[in-house]
Every structure is written in structure tokens, then in C-alpha cells.
């Protein structure tokens, strides 16, 4: 079992930006896949980035070079730093850990942050 708590979000001005992170509990955390969803209102929840427990990334195409996601494992803490912000990354965002053998989009998901981008 693993719990995951996110924190950061916010309110930012196009062009801002913010970082998220996502403490996880358990002692598992190293050995999973960490990862940022988003859901806009509306719409299906989408895969932002992930990072494996070897540290290789993936991200949406339309976040590539503005965010970065990282993970701390002695500290159990993902983290997406977002810059460059638009409106369209408007959402609230999710954190996902995902065991090894565990399909994309499932696992463990944390309660959700709200990240608007407005001016």
C-alpha cells in the first residue's frame, strides 16, 4: 500500500511558475513508477510525465521543455516543476505511483491538487 500527498498548487499568471510535489508513504517508493496526471474540467484524466525508479522520464508532448519531474528517494517525494504556464495546463493535478507489472493509469493515486492559471 502506498499513500501519496500532493501539495503546491495554486493560482499563477500565464507565463509563471510552479512546483508540485507528491510525498509518498511506504517503503516501496524507490522500486516504483512515479507519476503527474491532470484532469481539466470536462475532460479525461491525462498522463503529464512519469519517472521510473531508474530515473527515465516521459512527458506530453505539450509540456516537454516546460516541465520537469524528479524524484527524491530519500526523502519518498516526487516533484513537477512547471514553468512557462498557460492556461491550458489548467487542471487539477494528480499523483501516481505505479508498481512494477502495474498497467498506466493504475496504482495509487493521491487526493489531487488544483493548479489554475488565469490573470
Known amino acids: 500500500q502506498v499513500q501519496l500527498v500532493e501539495s503546491g498548487g495554486g493560482l499563477v499568471q500565464p507565463g509563471g511558475s510552479l512546483r508540485l510535489s507528491c510525498a509518498a508513504s511506504?517503503?516501496?517508493?524507490?522500486?516504483?513508477?512515479m507519476g503527474w496526471y491532470r484532469q481539466a474540467p470536462g475532460k479525461q484524466r491525462e498522463l503529464v510525465a512519469e519517472?521510473?525508479?531508474?530515473?527515465?522520464?516521459n512527458y506530453k508532448d505539450s509540456v516537454q521543455g516546460r516541465f520537469t519531474i524528479s524524484r527524491d528517494n530519500a526523502k519518498n517525494t516526487v516533484y513537477l516543476q512547471m514553468s512557462s504556464l498557460n492556461p491550458e495546463d489548467t487542471a487539477v493535478y494528480y499523483c501516481?505511483?505505479?508498481?512494477?507489472?502495474?498497467?498506466?493509469?493504475?496504482?495509487?493515486w493521491g487526493q489531487g491538487t488544483q493548479v489554475t492559471v488565469s490573470s
Open positions: 519517472i521510473t525508479s531508474g530515473g527515465r522520464t
Open positions: 501516481n505511483a505505479r508498481p512494477q507489472g502495474v498497467l498506466q493509469g493504475r496504482g495509487f
Open positions: 511506504g517503503s516501496i517508493f524507490r522500486f516504483v513508477t
